[in-house]
């Protein structure tokens, strides 16, 4: 993987919802083609998809890494970048969600997180910005959302449209190009032969932060106690060291409109059983890393 660590510092007419994203060659840049690659499987099929359509010449597969990743999905991205014949080119903050939490001393939760916009939105604009100033070109953006989440595709676009700088093109082809019943994973699972992230066969919904998202809610949090218990505990830790270092009553999880400790929902499910909350569902926000 090319990792390369910053300083701190049209298919859009299926589309009918969304607006018309700004038109690349009225800034006289040459388009680049920018896959939002995630680490998940319909990230990874756009990003082929557009190198196929393309060319690899005019292509990126681009990665903000939070290093909180899971390891299968260094091996599953490496794999796949391998078929699609690219590297991968990987921003890098230096710091960990946790790292986030203490310097901004806001603990990320179900509704709100600084991780996301510090490690993966600001890397983002940052790279972006470099590939209009540095090297002449003007980014289109590819994200893997699918149908069932469009809402996430129309709030994306709004912010990249309302870029202080410039506005900046999104696409979205899982929605705008492919039409049907089309299974992502089972296209790279039994046709590219790649195995896919072991996230997805503990029964997650998406393969980010090795199922530490603090957005992830009350059932995503008890299937992470059931099928991996060390990160449930991870986190558990960081929440009691962010509560005492600064002595707030604040939590990752909310329930009854209050903080809802990780502590205490685990006795909970050790009192009650794990399986009576794996469906239990609150009133999230999900993560602008879930571009599964």
């Known amino acids: 993987m ?3 660590k910053t300083q ?10 969304l607006k018309a994203g700004t038109t690349p060659s009225l800034s006289g840049r040459k388009p680049v083609h920018v896959a939002m690659f995630s680490g998940g499987a319909s990230s990874a099929y756009v990003a082929y998809h557009i190198v196929q359509k393309y060319g690899k010449e005019n292509c990126v597969l ?11 999905n260094y091996r599953f991205m490496d794999e796949v970048a391998e078929y699609i014949g690219m590297e991968i080119t990987t921003r890098i903050d230096g710091r960990t969600p946790d790292e986030v939490f203490h310097d901004v001393k806001f603990l990320g939760n179900s509704r709100m997180a600084k991780c996301s916009e510090e490690l993966k939105v600001r890397q983002t604009m940052i790279y972006l910005e470099e590939l209009r100033d540095e090297h002449n070109l003007e980014p289109i953006l590819y994200f893997g959302i699918g149908p069932h989440e469009q809402h ?11 870029n202080p700088i410039e506005p900046i093109e999104t696409r979205f082809p899982m929605i705008e190009t492919f039409k049907g019943d089309f299974d992502t994973k089972e296209i790279i699972r039994d046709e590219w032969k790649i195995a896919l992230p072991r996230m997805y066969g503990l029964g997650f919904s998406h393969a980010n932060c090795a199922g530490r998202c603090v957005r992830g809610g009350l059932g995503h949090y008890a299937l992470l106690y059931n099928v991996w218990p060390e990160q449930y505990a991870e986190q558990e830790a960081m929440e009691e060291r962010f509560r005492s270092k600064f002595e707030k009553d604040v939590s990752i999880l909310k329930r009854n409109g209050g903080p809802f400790t990780l502590r205490e929902y685990r006795e909970l499910m050790d009192r009650d059983g794990i399986e009576k909350y794996l469906s239990e569902k609150d009133d999230t926000i999900p ?3 879930s571009f599964s």
């Open 8 to 17: 701190k510092t049209s298919d859009r007419s299926a589309l009918g919802v």
């Open 287 to 289: 993560c602008v890393c």
């Open 2 to 4: 090319n990792n390369v």
């Open 62 to 72: 681009f990665f903000t890494d939070t290093l909180w990743e899971d390891i299968d």
């Open 152 to 162: 996430r595709a129309i709030n994306l676009q709004n912010f990249y449209e309302h």
